[in-house]
């Protein structure tokens, strides 16, 4: 009798990626957390006792509201030279001692959590939040950071960012300019990596450079009034069009 193959594949948790939000709001500039051995979200449902007399006696909750966080472990990281702590680390890390003398809402970011293959398995989410634990490892091996971001707000449902190849704009900083030519525009995304164009209202950027890929800085042509569209084009294709591409020329 011929066995029968499982069509089940277990989902790693290791496929769990975590964005940070660096840009000053409304601009909006996502990086990826480096050196991540650990990461979960923890979502949890505020109740309060809801029984009745017509329960009998049994319990009946009613859901008041919910609250998350993002728990991890990171790997402390320097740059090759050992001179300077990694970028995304360094920004944790000054979130929380900013917190010894402000307020949570001061010191909060932009969070994402997603399955780093471009899967939307129900887990792909966004929202703001603040560094409320950091503690160190200790002992005499490798510097590990147990971390706890504490979301502020709402948990909104994203979609995957990594499940589409094309490149992606957030936003544009600034999001005004005059009709002259002149002017930097940063222009905030992601997967803008090989990048072979930028145009505003279909006129290509004077000049650009791909900073990473998560940000171009474009030199603006001259544009008639009105409001023109930002597109980045890669050897994927162009990034779509929605409002945190518009430029607003007067």
């Known amino acids: 009798m011929a066995t029968t193959p499982s069509t089940r594949v277990t989902v790693l948790a290791r496929k769990y990626r975590i964005d940070l939000d ?6 909006s500039s996502y990086f990826q957390l480096m050196g991540v051995e650990e990461a ?11 029984e009745a007399y017509e329960d009998g006696g049994a319990a009946r909750d009613a859901v008041t509201g919910y609250s998350w966080q993002i728990e991890g472990k990171i790997a402390f990281s320097t740059n090759a030279a050992g001179s300077a702590v990694d970028t995304q680390h360094a920004f944790l890390r000054t979130k929380y001692k900013a917190l010894r003398s402000a307020s949570a809402q001061a010191s909060e970011f932009g969070v994402r959590f997603y399955n780093r293959d471009g899967l939307d398995d129900g887990h792909s989410s966004e929202g703001r939040a603040y560094v409320k634990e950091w503690k160190q490892s200790g002992g005499k091996g490798r510097e590990v950071i147990d971390f706890v971001l504490m979301g502020q707000g709402p948990l909104a449902d994203i979609a995957n960012p990594l499940a589409s190849a094309l490149p992606a704009i957030t936003s544009l900083s600034p999001a005004a300019a005059g009709t002259a ?10 997967k803008f990596t090989g990048a072979t164009a930028v145009t505003f209202g279909g006129v290509a950027a004077t000049t650009f450079v791909v900073n990473n890929d998560g940000l171009i800085t474009a030199q603006k042509p001259a544009l008639t009034a009105g409001t023109r569209d930002a597109v980045v084009t890669t050897p994927a294709g162009a ?6 591409d518009d430029l607003v020329i007067s």
Do not use: V
């Open 22 to 27: 660096t840009a000053t709001f409304p601009a």
């Open 40 to 50: 979960k979200l923890t979502e949890t449902l505020r109740t309060e006792d809801d």
């Open 181 to 190: 030519a002149g002017g930097l525009i940063q222009i905030f995304g992601q």
């Open 239 to 244: 990034s779509p069009n929605t409002a945190a």
